[in-house]
């Protein structure tokens, strides 16, 4: 039984005012500390992009190069990008960092990705059928979600989905599944889709992988090899941390019968039985866009992220006054925890989700089911 | 090459450069101006920003900037306002004012004037903190309050508190320009400690022939005695009539003026400019019967109290939303003035260009949105 069935609207009414309390006080707090905060982010990014392209170029510092632009990209798709698009910035009225405004260095542009993250992911948290951020349409990640033979290879495609995470996000509002697996989309709507997708995915790669190696002259190969590898080690990384934000074994998946009349304390409460932390360095939080503190950004994903380690003694208190899980643990354990369920959910559950439709139309009717 | 002499021109030869596709291509996302304000604030291919060279106060309520913008500052035509940006505790803040600096000025410094509004952050800001070294925003100036190429013969200038700095422009350029035809320059002010650029003036006077200087004070004497009124401008300029006559002042003044125009018929030769645009709603003000103007789309509505969203959608827009609950901020929107209230706090907003969640903000009193 979830903990949900053991509060009663009293409960949640309190845990609304309480998580509001929190999120009034920083709102209260936002100033030049924030300002400075994320421009220094921004600086740090740039003087370690521009370093590690320059490096790159050079044999002896090849791999030194590889290092600095795979943290650019890190710190431009994570502490930057991620924050600034879901609104943390805007308040500070600055088009370099309003959501209006931002794109990222990732092939995903902003525009698409507001939809599916901040609107999809953050409205339907772990809702089954309309977060599409549970599985990404390749992956099993729910009981709830009905078994099929293909998902015997959920570990080999999340290694795959990890290795190339910018372009599966990238073209996760195509939901490819349904033309390859449901056949309920047809070819030519997913060319129709999958053209403002390119526009932006095409720039990225021109300048990865065909401008900088041609500035490089006869080091082209160098750079690009370099280019690959920094692209492929922000995709392993920021992947890895979304999925320890939401897949770890005690983090609860929906369905979507919650979200019908859910009041500002439900959804608070949801919010927070889908989401885990996990524990670092203050290096390892300003690396992870400080998704290292999931739950908080769950609970204010509108808030600037590097406050929510301040925040986060408060919002232990309230999980503990009302005896609220509050996950975490450590890198390791997180992600040994997430690999558990994605192993687990290659096999059919014993538990098996009710009256599932025969022919369902679409992904979400399917997942709903 | 003394060309390169100055930061500017050294800016202005590598611009074809920076502004070129394969720039663009290889700063993709972010664009090349995200990188060059790493090194350089005043650095950009694009936006024009400006550092403050010097800070004077000459009367107790204003404060003067002069400015030195960086190469993609484009000039101004004398009258015409540009918007300045100041960042002020981590928020930027945005408002209007008109160069008050001849557009010959060889240096391509910019002169602003800043009455200080007790109420307003930016100017208490200005008065409190401007300094030299200090880097702000400027837009390009724009507006048709402005002396057109063609200068008229005959120029009346008449002006109001600190509404002397867009015709302090058009004088000094005017003078500048060694322009022939009589200029008359009638100015209100409270006291002549409260004028802007007396001694300035009056140099001007002395110096051309052509220009009269008229001034009355509210407190102590100046050329002239009181409000303005058709029977005292009949005597300053009795000629009023064949002059292209600028305004710029306090609304009651500006209504002054504007009635004797309109009554004689000579409303094509008045050009006036507004300092004061529609007082801001008070904080305690109703959050229906105010106008939402949705800029873009041309429409108006009245306020019947809903969130922005909803009232966008009533009036038949379609403006993007997600959740509509303010966590996804797919509804962001930039509002150009007014006031809006946060349903979920009640916070306050300010009330210049900001961008605001239509889905949980209300308007308080009138609203104008980018929609
Ligand atoms: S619609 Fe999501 S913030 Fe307004």
New binding site residues.
């Given amino acids: 039984m979830s903990i949900y069935d053991t509060l009663s609207p009293k409960d949640f009414e309190a845990i609304g005012a309480e998580f509001d309390a929190i999120r009034e006080d920083v709102l209260a707090d936002l100033g030049s500390r924030d300002a400075d905060y994320i421009r220094g982010i921004i600086k740090r990014q740039r003087q370690l992009e521009i370093g590690g392209r320059a490096m790159m170029m050079l044999p002896p510092t090849w791999l030194a190069g590889i290092g600095a632009l795979s943290a650019s990209k890190i710190l431009d798709n994570m502490e930057i990008g991620h924050n600034i698009m879901h609104g943390q910035y805007d308040w500070m009225n600055d088009p370099a960092v309003s959501s209006r405004h931002f794109d990222w260095d990732t092939a995903n542009s902003a525009e698409q990705w507001k939809r599916t993250h901040n609107?999809e992911h953050h409205t339907f948290t772990n809702v089954v059928g309309r977060d599409h951020d549970v599985g990404y349409g390749l992956l099993r990640m729910s009981e709830d979600q009905p078994w099929e033979p293909r998902f015997l290879f959920n570990a080999p495609l999340a290694v795959i989905l990890h290795l190339f995470f910018q372009h599966f996000v990238a073209i996760q509002n195509l939901k490819l599944e349904d033309y390859l697996v449901y056949k309920t989309k047809t070819r030519a709507e997913l060319r129709e889709e999958f053209r403002p997708m390119w526009k932006k995915m095409r720039k990225q790669l021109a300048k990865d992988y065909a401008l900088f190696p041609a500035l490089a002259g006869p080091l082209a190969p160098l750079v690009f090899v370099g280019n690959v590898a920094a692209n492929a080690t922000r995709n392993v990384w920021a992947c890895a941390v979304i999925f320890n934000g939401h897949f770890p074994e005690q983090v609860e998946q929906f369905d979507e019968s919650v979200v019908d009349n859910e009041t500002r304390g439900h959804w608070y409460v949801r919010q927070l039985l889908g989401s885990a932390n996990f524990e670092g360095s203050k290096l390892m939080h300003i690396m992870s866009g400080n998704l290292s503190h999931q739950i908080e950004h769950h609970l204010f994903p509108d808030l600037p992220a590097h406050r929510y380690a301040e925040i986060a003694p408060r919002v232990r208190a309230v999980c503990e006054q009302y005896g609220l899980p509050y996950n975490t643990g450590s890198f390791w354990k997180q992600t040994a925890s997430t690999w558990k369920r994605i192993l687990r959910m290659s096999l059919p559950s014993k538990r098996q989700p009710e009256a599932a439709p025969q022919q369902p139309a679409t992904t979400e009717a399917r997942l709903a089911a | 090459m003394p060309a390169f002499a100055t930061p500017q021109n050294a800016q202005r030869r590598l611009q074809p450069i920076l502004r070129s596709k394969l720039i663009a291509r290889l700063t993709t996302p972010h664009g090349v101006d995200r990188y060059l304000e790493q090194i350089d604030p005043l650095w950009s291919a694009f936006e024009t920003r400006a550092r403050v060279t010097e800070v004077t106060r000459q009367t107790a309520d204003t404060v003067t900037l002069r400015l030195q913008p960086n190469a993609n500052w484009q000039g101004f035509v004398p009258g015409q306002y540009l918007q300045l940006s100041v960042d002020i505790d981590g928020r930027r803040y945005t408002r209007c004012f008109s160069p008050a600096n001849s557009c010959h000025a060889k240096d391509g410094h910019i002169e602003l004037t800043a009455r200080i509004n007790p109420e307003g952050t930016l100017t208490r800001h200005l008065r409190d903190h401007a300094h030299a070294g200090m880097i702000v925003g400027l837009s390009q100036a724009a507006g048709d309050f402005a002396l057109p190429a063609q200068r008229p013969e005959r120029i009346l200038l008449i002006s109001g508190g600190s509404g002397i700095t867009p015709v302090m422009s058009m004088l000094r350029s005017l003078c500048d320009e060694g322009h022939r035809g009589p200029i008359t320059f009638l100015h209100y002010a409270r006291s002549k400690e409260d004028q802007l650029y007396t001694e300035e003036l009056e140099q001007l006077a002395a110096r051309h022939a052509n220009v009269t200087l008229l001034r009355s004070y509210e407190q102590g004497a100046g050329e002239l005695y009181g409000r303005f009124s058709r029977e005292q401008l009949e005597s300053a300029a009795p000629d009023y009539a064949d002059a292209t006559t600028f305004l710029c002042g306090p609304p009651p003044m500006m209504a002054a003026v504007e009635a004797v125009w309109a009554a004689d018929g000579l409303n094509a030769q008045l050009h006036r400019e507004r300092f004061v645009v529609a007082a801001s709603a008070p904080a305690t003000a109703e959050t229906t019967g105010g106008e939402l103007r949705f800029v873009r789309s041309e429409r108006l509505a009245v306020s019947d109290g809903a969130t922005l969203?909803e009232q966008a959608e009533a009036a038949g827009l379609r403006p993007d939303?997600?959740?509509?609950?303010?966590?996804?901020?797919?509804?962001s929107c930039r509002k150009t003035t007014g006031r809006v209230r946060d349903i979920r706090d009640g916070r306050l907003s300010g009330d210049g260009e900001e961008d605001i969640?239509?889905?949980?903000s209300q308007p308080v009193g009138s609203v104008t949105l980018e929609l």
């Fill in positions: 609107y | 969203l939303y997600g959740c509509r609950m303010g966590i996804c901020h797919a509804c969640q239509l889905c949980v």
